[in-house]
């Protein structure tokens, strides 16, 4: 095997057309030998290839008879020493960090960790059982792919509708997806899953972590797995267990192959990326990676004694974003996303971990710094989980300009109010006008707010207004793991029920849940599979569940198929109309001297909310008049931006509540969009000062009609509004009551 110097740039493994370079960074080991394996069942490497060169503490030497598809990895050498932070074993394999796919998953056994399991000294004693058979190994890839003229679809943040989802969950169950690609990135690219895509609207889609990760041994112990993915093992890899093929060549290319297909149509792809911690867990974790290659370097150690790791993620151990070469590290993978697999944006997994340059979260770290310097990352969409587990990681509102976060404050906030729960108005319209007072004094604006009532991480909305306790007794730690106040509310029954009246009830709440998140000045996010009712039978925790637990169910039941119409309808009213997704924060009063403030808060009797109904523990309704034409901006060509006004009317109360609606000028009148309560098939002119009764515990919707304005009921008018706007026709949005499947709209198979 001819072995040149080759060069330290790029780091990883590199075809060029006539070879393939090898660069590894070790500060603190002794030596790095090359292992190369004939195929992924091998349980020896074929041959061992100690590399010489070395430039800036990069191991580095090219192979010009090495081609794609090689399956390799690394032995390093060095002391053993975990009181001072070194934990070489050049008896364990371990993954290259900047490995573009991995051939071979773990296999778990006792050789995969650098100590003796069961030692009475446990990890200070080096085991030197070689892991080769067991270990996952990488393999050499081509990135050439033929993108055509794929682009950006580049969708402004403020009129983004987010879709998070799991790349096996969304399509593993779907009959209309071909049996070979369930599961899988081709699948999600698929004809009939895009078809659901764009006609529930979203224009994004947020893909759980697809970086390859490794499940801990104790589930695959107990017979589960990490089927979330917050377990990374590779920056770089997509997971092979999500391509069709499962060859290590083609699940670069299957990936590529479906941001592709979701670009064709308009989606753009954000991906939830886990840089704060990895697979590798606490001292009495397994060597894969980082451990082996450089300890010292990579992680956070305490300070007094380096054997133990910070650990500010709750998973054993913390990144050292400290270090210039896991700075480096982390960059490298977030520009090869954007710029080798053309992903749009990241959320970023508990990044306060990701601020932390001592022990305090740092807005001005260097984590941020090298973000906003950065010419490419900077342009893409960045979102923050804004927390994480150390002392002060609750940093919600508090991330620097050009960031946006997941803002619990809202969903908490949201959750309260339909719940029932006294006190919350003020606070409820805070939150439904875009959260001014975590964002706007710092310059940002509403779109720094990623709004969600539900997320993969807790209950679906179905288990929101069905349980009022966890029920994760499947994950195996006897129901004591998730979050145990919920703020949820089951109806007056926990769990399933035939009770007519609590199934109407929870039916609404659904409704004004997701009414009120498409209403709401922000970002929306919809976590996938509610708009299908999906239940987890209240597992708020289904990390591990890769089972019917977590997977979509297609086969809805009419019920089902009419809350997803509502769903359908809702997002498209959002998409129609400018004062939902304004850019900046109302200001209440009059714009441009305009007679009616651009915002008007009012309570039922139609005056303008008091100081005392604010704060008041017994209100539980109110009023909003969003003015359509009071936006003080400009599209972009410069003009400027007007649409319709809307009232919303809202009643958490558990009794009805008639409001006297605002006033109108001349040939004006209220028309209802929808009632989450008892919608109207027909339009139903309302004069203003007229009241309206919203009943108990819904939301309504209604819109300023003025005569030489085309009306709500023509529906060949609104399906034209909506191709403009790129929507799919077979929709039929009505005025009032929740879409209706039609005959252009297509059935769900029957249970």
Same mark, same amino acid.
């Given at each position: 095997?001819?072995?040149?110097?080759?060069?330290?740039?790029?780091?990883?493994?590199?075809?060029?057309?006539?070879?393939?370079?090898?660069?590894?960074?070790?500060?603190?080991?002794?030596?790095?030998?090359?292992?190369?394996?004939?195929?992924?069942?091998?349980?020896?490497?074929?041959?061992?290839?100690?590399?010489?060169?070395?430039?800036?503490?990069?191991?580095?030497?090219?192979?010009?008879?090495?081609?794609?598809?090689?399956?390799?990895?690394?032995?390093?050498?060095?002391?053993?020493?975990?009181?001072?932070?070194?934990?070489?074993?050049?008896?364990?394999?371990?993954?290259?960090?900047?490995?573009?796919?991995?051939?071979?998953?773990?296999?778990?056994?006792?050789?995969?960790?650098?100590?003796?399991?069961?030692?009475?000294?446990?990890?200070?004693?080096?085991?030197?059982?070689?892991?080769?058979?067991?270990?996952?190994?990488?393999?050499?890839?081509?990135?050439?792919?033929?993108?055509?003229?794929?682009?950006?679809?580049?969708?402004?943040?403020?009129?983004?509708?987010?879709?998070?989802?799991?790349?096996?969950?969304?399509?593993?169950?779907?009959?209309?997806?071909?049996?070979?690609?369930?599961?899988?990135?081709?699948?999600?690219?698929?004809?009939?899953?895009?078809?659901?895509?764009?006609?529930?609207?979203?224009?994004?889609?947020?893909?759980?972590?697809?970086?390859?990760?490794?499940?801990?041994?104790?589930?695959?112990?107990?017979?589960?797995?990490?089927?979330?993915?917050?377990?990374?093992?590779?920056?770089?890899?997509?997971?092979?267990?999500?391509?069709?093929?499962?060859?290590?060549?083609?699940?670069?290319?299957?990936?590529?192959?479906?941001?592709?297909?979701?670009?064709?149509?308009?989606?753009?792809?954000?991906?939830?990326?886990?840089?704060?911690?990895?697979?590798?867990?606490?001292?009495?974790?397994?060597?894969?990676?980082?451990?082996?290659?450089?300890?010292?370097?990579?992680?956070?150690?305490?300070?007094?004694?380096?054997?133990?790791?910070?650990?500010?993620?709750?998973?054993?151990?913390?990144?050292?974003?400290?270090?210039?070469?896991?700075?480096?590290?982390?960059?490298?993978?977030?520009?090869?996303?954007?710029?080798?697999?053309?992903?749009?944006?990241?959320?970023?997994?508990?990044?306060?971990?990701?601020?932390?340059?001592?022990?305090?979260?740092?807005?001005?770290?260097?984590?941020?710094?090298?973000?906003?310097?950065?010419?490419?990352?900077?342009?893409?969409?960045?979102?923050?989980?804004?927390?994480?587990?150390?002392?002060?990681?609750?940093?919600?509102?508090?991330?620097?300009?050009?960031?946006?976060?997941?803002?619990?404050?809202?969903?908490?906030?949201?959750?309260?109010?339909?719940?029932?729960?006294?006190?919350?108005?003020?606070?409820?319209?805070?939150?439904?006008?875009?959260?001014?007072?975590?964002?706007?004094?710092?310059?940002?604006?509403?779109?720094?707010?990623?709004?969600?009532?539900?997320?993969?991480?807790?209950?679906?909305?179905?288990?929101?207004?069905?349980?009022?306790?966890?029920?994760?007794?499947?994950?195996?730690?006897?129901?004591?793991?998730?979050?145990?106040?919920?703020?949820?509310?089951?109806?007056?029954?926990?769990?399933?029920?035939?009770?007519? *009246?609590?199934?109407?009830?929870? $039916? &609404?709440?659904? =409704?004004?849940?997701?009414? @009120? +998140?498409? !209403?709401?000045?922000?970002?929306?996010?919809?976590?996938?599979?509610?708009?299908?009712?999906?239940?987890?039978?209240?597992?708020?925790?289904?990390?591990?569940?890769?089972?019917?637990?977590?997977?979509?169910?297609?086969?809805?039941?009419?019920?089902?198929?009419?809350?997803?119409?509502?769903?359908?309808?809702?997002?498209?009213?959002?998409?129609?109309?400018?004062?939902?997704?304004?850019?900046?924060?109302?200001?209440?009063?009059?714009?441009?001297?305009?007679?009616?403030?651009?915002?008007?808060?009012?309570?039922?009797?139609?005056?303008?909310?008091?100081?005392?109904?604010?704060?008041?523990?017994?209100?539980?309704?109110?009023?909003?008049?969003?003015?359509?034409? *009071?936006?003080?901006?400009?599209? $972009? &060509?410069?003009? =400027?931006?007007?649409?319709? @006004? +809307?009232? !919303?009317?809202?009643?958490?109360?558990?009794?009805?509540?008639?409001?006297?609606?605002?006033?109108?000028?001349?040939?004006?009148?209220?028309?209802?969009?929808?009632?989450?309560?008892?919608?109207?098939?027909?339009?139903?002119?309302?004069?203003?000062?007229?009241?309206?009764?919203?009943?108990?515990?819904?939301?309504?919707?209604?819109?300023?009609?003025?005569?030489?304005?085309?009306?709500?009921?023509?529906?060949?008018?609104?399906?034209?509004?909506?191709?403009?706007?790129?929507?799919?026709?077979?929709?039929?949005?009505?005025?009032?009551?929740?879409?209706?499947?039609?005959?252009?709209?297509?059935?769900?198979?029957?249970?």
């Amino acid at each position: 095997m001819r072995v040149w110097p080759g060069s330290p740039y790029p780091l990883g493994a590199t075809w060029n057309g006539m070879g393939v370079n090898f660069a590894i960074y070790c500060e603190h080991g002794t030596g790095v030998e090359l292992c190369l394996f004939d195929h992924v069942r091998a349980t020896r490497e074929s041959a061992r290839i100690k590399l010489v060169e070395q430039t800036d503490q990069v191991w580095h030497g090219f192979l010009p008879d090495v081609q794609p598809g090689q399956i390799y990895g690394y032995r390093i050498h060095g002391p053993y020493e975990p009181k001072n932070g070194h934990r070489f074993n050049p008896a364990k394999l371990v993954v290259d960090p900047y490995a573009k796919s991995i051939a071979r998953p773990i296999q778990w056994s006792d050789e995969m960790f650098g100590y003796p399991i069961g030692h009475p000294d446990a990890d200070l004693v080096r085991d030197d059982r070689d892991n080769a058979a067991f270990a996952p190994l990488a393999a050499v890839v081509d990135p050439a792919f033929v993108w055509g003229d794929d682009r950006p679809p580049a969708t402004p943040l403020h009129r983004t509708v987010i879709y998070e989802t799991h790349v096996k969950g969304l399509t593993q169950l779907h009959p209309a997806v071909p049996p070979p690609f369930r599961g899988t990135y081709l699948g999600l690219a698929s004809e009939p899953v895009l078809r659901h895509l764009l006609d529930l609207g979203v224009t994004a889609v947020e893909l759980l972590p697809v970086h390859h990760h490794t499940p801990e041994r104790s589930l695959v112990e107990r017979g589960l797995t990490d089927y979330w993915g917050y377990n990374t093992l590779a920056f770089f890899a997509p997971d092979i267990r999500y391509s069709a093929s499962k060859e290590p060549l083609q699940s670069v290319r299957e990936f590529k192959m479906m941001v592709r297909g979701l670009h064709a149509v308009g989606l753009e792809v954000i991906l939830d990326v886990v840089y704060n911690h990895t697979a590798e867990g606490n001292h009495l974790g397994p060597t894969l990676s980082l451990r082996g290659i450089d300890n010292l370097s990579y992680y956070r150690l305490v300070a007094d004694n380096k054997r133990y790791y910070m650990d500010y993620t709750g998973c054993g151990n913390t990144l050292n974003m400290q270090s210039q070469r896991v700075l480096a590290l982390i960059m490298d993978s977030l520009r090869y996303w954007v710029t080798e697999m053309h992903v749009d944006g990241f959320r970023f997994d508990l990044a306060s971990a990701l601020a932390r340059e001592l022990h305090e979260v740092d807005q001005l770290g260097a984590f941020f710094d090298i973000i906003h310097q950065d010419p490419i990352i900077s342009q893409v969409k960045l979102i923050a989980e804004p927390w994480d587990l150390g002392e002060g990681g609750y940093q919600v509102g508090n991330f620097p300009v050009g960031w946006a976060e997941w803002n619990g404050k809202y969903r908490d906030s949201v959750r309260r109010f339909w719940r029932g729960d006294g006190g919350q108005v003020s606070e409820f319209a805070t939150r439904l006008a875009g959260s001014s007072d975590l964002y706007e004094r710092s310059g940002r604006r509403p779109y720094a707010s990623i709004n969600f009532i539900t997320a993969h991480d807790g209950f679906t909305l179905q288990d929101l207004v069905s349980y009022n306790e966890k029920h994760n007794e499947a994950n195996g730690e006897g129901n004591r793991d998730g979050a145990n106040d919920n703020e949820s509310w089951n109806c007056g029954v926990e769990g399933p029920t035939d009770d007519p *009246a609590v199934v109407a009830l929870r $039916e &609404r709440q659904k =409704r004004n849940f997701f009414a @009120t +998140l498409m !209403l709401s000045q922000g970002v929306p996010m919809i976590r996938g599979g509610d708009e299908l009712s999906q239940s987890q039978g209240g597992n708020n925790n289904a990390y591990c569940q890769d089972n019917d637990i977590t997977w979509l169910d297609w086969k809805l039941t009419p019920q089902q198929i009419e809350f997803l119409d509502f769903a359908r309808q809702v997002v498209h009213l959002r998409h129609e109309q400018p004062v939902l997704h304004r850019r900046r924060f109302f200001q209440g009063g009059r714009i441009r001297g305009a007679d009616i403030k651009d915002i008007t808060w009012f309570a039922p009797d139609g005056g303008e909310m008091a100081d005392e109904a604010w704060t008041s523990s017994l209100a539980r309704a109110l009023g909003v008049r969003l003015a359509g034409d *009071a936006i003080d901006e400009r599209d $972009e &060509r410069g003009e =400027r931006i007007t649409g319709d @006004t +809307l009232v !919303l009317l809202l009643n958490a109360g558990d009794a009805d509540v008639p409001f006297k609606l605002p006033p109108v000028a001349a040939r004006c009148h209220w028309e209802v969009v929808f009632d989450s309560a008892n919608g109207q098939e027909q339009a139903v002119p309302y004069d203003g000062g007229q009241e309206y009764e919203i009943q108990a515990r819904s939301i309504a919707v209604l819109l300023l009609y003025r005569e030489k304005r085309r009306r709500l009921s023509d529906r060949a008018q609104r399906l034209a509004d909506l191709a403009t706007l790129g929507v799919p026709a077979r929709i039929r949005v009505t005025s009032a009551a929740p879409a209706k499947v039609t005959d252009d709209t297509p059935a769900a198979p029957e249970r």
